[in-house]
């Protein structure tokens, strides 16, 4: 009986519609996995397994990927080769099992921290500007607010590689090519646009009964936009300093185009590890799966602030 | 605690007057008691005190000294809102001691975990102190809120409609309360309602707003028994006061447009036949629903009351009110 209750109700999906919709999220989870599976099994294969064909699924590890992207490497004739002293170190060994000897350490790690830097400092620029910029968008009588929105907003209209020319030719005048502060800067007033947008969103839906309630229990404005405001905008800015690191994380034209020496970051600079040497796949996807861990981790620590539904419920409307 | 004077206060919102010209005391101690209708101005006067609004005109001052020029926090005011407001982020024992943190406050901690826990206390929720805000029922919140307003000393009490999302019994409990925290305290309170009963019991002043202008400010019983127009009169009495054309019961005074009979007003027994037309019990009164011609009124009798519909009776005014055309009172 309660088989055939249940199978006619209204609200709970039937077991079929269960199944397919089960089926459709494990197939397309896989699709998804899929590439991010690859370049991650790449980057333990030896040079030999990454370009076999069937590719292997099953494989001995090997951490030749990863040595290579943090070394460059020299080869030496093979009467020299014999003459020195063994291997001091696993590292060591691993690239003598290829034929070359150690020469120094690579630049990724520079280009890593590179990528570091200027991910997580614009990130942070952007929110805080986009914050106090959507409150005040928000809570202020501000004159031509929506005409000063619309404008903030069209600097996305366009892409912005589209400017690249003369952000290139301003920079190089304002002597900020190749700096960490230029691409701080250039990827903030990219992302400006999206977190004042999606921030003042999220502002506008705190109730200003709560800062009201704050500047009468004794606090200024500041105080209460810091211990009122700011814990309940949290789910917001968690989602849009997300959306910021990624793309200043994975910007890539105006990396190719403004960094080259010093201030390089990790996009521009992994497709060139494949020159070192041949063609080395594993040091690729080391790179590459090296490259994901960040912003993977920023997201996995910002998950709870994701869920909403912190405030619900707490004013009677 | 400390005197706040309104004088000539007015303020809109874009083409909505909400306050006109209001001046008005509200005396050191007092429990002042704002009704009126949805949109007459009351919730404006609390923000215009509190300083969350600047007035369009006029002057308010506290113990003396003009505030205009004050940040809320700067005019050591209470409020409670109609909302709750309260911080969802915060636990109920952050939320009561937020107050108590402030920079304008900033108690020590030992004394802030007194003065919280005597609050809960008085408001029934010591064992609630550790939730979050966003758990508690809408009674609790509103306790909560009300609470958060105790803790502190401020120089006036500012309530918006505090009693009015809780049960019959927890509202009597806290009438109760808040006027014993009146007493004990010497506060001053500005309270608006819509209940007639928190008006009655509570206030030692009511002020009854009409549209943004302040109508009448005096006692309960003067707005009770001497209402300086119709409307007025018919902001206090259950059963509404009865309003009819002044000639309902034959000689009127001259210029009367109307008379004004409060139950009381009505002595049974005789007069002019009216016709029962519904009969009421609520318990500890009986409503009668009465036909007089073309009019219908309505009148109190005993609980007990063996009258019944279709039943005739009758009646005659005893010292009623008159208004003139203006619904002013003669």
Not at chain 1, 6 to 24: F, N
Not at chain 1, 163 to 181: F, K, Q
Not at chain 2, 24 to 45: E, M, N, S
Not at chain 2, 284 to 292: E, G, S, V
Request: hydrophobic content about 45%; some cysteine; glycine content about 8%.
């Amino acid at each position: 009986m309660s088989n055939l209750s249940s199978s006619w109700s209204v609200t709970e999906p039937s077991r079929l519609s269960k199944w397919v919709a089960g089926v459709v999220v494990v197939l397309y989870t896989f699709i998804t996995l899929l590439p991010l599976v690859w370049i991650i099994s790449t980057g333990f294969k030896s040079g030999q397994d990454s370009i076999s064909y069937p590719p292997k699924v099953v494989f001995e590890p090997s951490l030749e990927g990863y040595v290579n992207l943090f070394t460059t490497r020299t080869r030496v004739a093979a009467e020299e080769f014999q003459k020195l002293p063994p291997a001091e170190t696993w590292y060591d060994q691993i690239v003598r099992d290829q034929g070359m000897v150690i020469a120094g350490p690579s630049r990724f790690g520079e280009r890593f921290m590179n990528s570091v830097i200027i991910g997580f400092g614009s990130t942070a620029l952007s929110i805080l500007l986009g914050t106090l910029a959507a409150y005040a968008f928000s809570r202020f009588k501000v004159p031509l607010k929506d005409d000063l929105l619309f404008f903030i907003l069209s600097t996305r209209m366009m892409p912005p590689i589209a400017v690249a020319i003369p952000i290139y030719l301003m920079y190089r005048e304002l002597g900020l090519s190749d700096t960490h502060l230029g691409m701080i800067l250039l990827y903030t007033a990219v992302n400006i646009s999206l977190a004042v947008w999606l921030l003042k969103g999220f502002i506008d839906e705190i109730p200003r009964e709560y800062e009201e309630a704050a500047l009468i229990d004794g606090y200024t404005r500041f105080q209460a936009f810091r211990k009122v405001v700011l814990p309940q905008a949290a789910t917001g800015i968690a989602s849009t300093a997300i959306f910021c690191l990624i793309f200043a994380w994975n910007e890539y034209a105006f990396a190719v185009l403004l960094t080259s020496g010093n201030a390089q970051t990790a996009p521009p600079f992994i497709p060139t590890i494949i020159g070192v040497g041949g063609q080395d796949w594993p040091a690729v996807a080391a790179g590459a799966t090296l490259f994901l861990l960040p912003v993977m981790i920023f997201t996995i620590l910002l998950r709870k602030h994701l869920l909403r539904g912190i405030t619900f419920g707490a004013v009677r409307k | 605690m400390a005197e706040v004077t309104l004088s000539n206060l007015s303020k809109s919102y874009g083409a909505t007057q909400a306050l006109s010209d209001v001046t008005l005391t509200i005396p050191d101690g007092a429990f002042v008691v704002l009704l009126g209708p949805t949109g007459a101005g009351k919730t404006t006067t609390l923000r215009l005190i509190a300083g969350l609004d600047r007035p369009d005109a006029g002057d308010i001052r506290i113990g003396g000294a003009s505030v205009l020029a004050d940040t809320p926090a700067q005019r050591d005011v209470a409020m409670v809102f109609q909302q709750y407001s309260l911080y969802p982020h915060l636990t109920v024992r952050e939320n009561l001691a937020f107050p108590l943190r402030s920079p304008m406050i900033a108690m020590p901690e030992p004394q802030i975990a007194q003065r919280v826990k005597e609050v809960a206390e008085v408001l029934r929720i010591p064992h609630k102190l550790d939730n979050k805000a966003t758990a508690l029922s809408g009674g609790e919140m509103q306790r909560v809120s009300i609470g958060r307003a105790l803790v502190r000393n401020p120089r006036i009490y500012l309530m918006d409609e505090p009693l009015s999302s809780l049960d019959a019994k927890l509202r009597a409990d806290l009438r109760i309360e808040l006027k014993r925290i009146h007493a004990d305290m010497g506060a001053t309170f500005l309270y608006v309602t819509h209940d007639q009963i928190e008006a009655m019991t509570m206030a030692t002043h009511v002020g009854v707003l009409d549209q943004g202008r302040l109508a009448q400010f005096g006692t309960p019983r003067q707005i009770y028994e001497e209402p300086v127009t119709a409307y007025v009169a018919s902001r206090l009495g259950q059963p509404h006061i009865n309003l009819l054309p002044a000639d309902a019961f034959g000689a009127a005074p001259p210029n009367a447009a109307q008379i004004g009979l409060r139950p009381e007003h009505i002595h049974v027994g005789e007069g002019q036949e009216a016709t029962i037309t519904r009969v009421e019990h609520l318990g500890d009164q009986t409503r009668l629903h009465l036909a007089l011609g073309p009019h219908s009124l309505i009148t109190l009798t005993e609980p007990h009351t063996p009258l019944k519909p279709g039943q005739t009776l009758h009646i005659r005014p005893m010292n009623p009110l008159w208004f003139d055309a203006s619904g002013t009172r003669i």
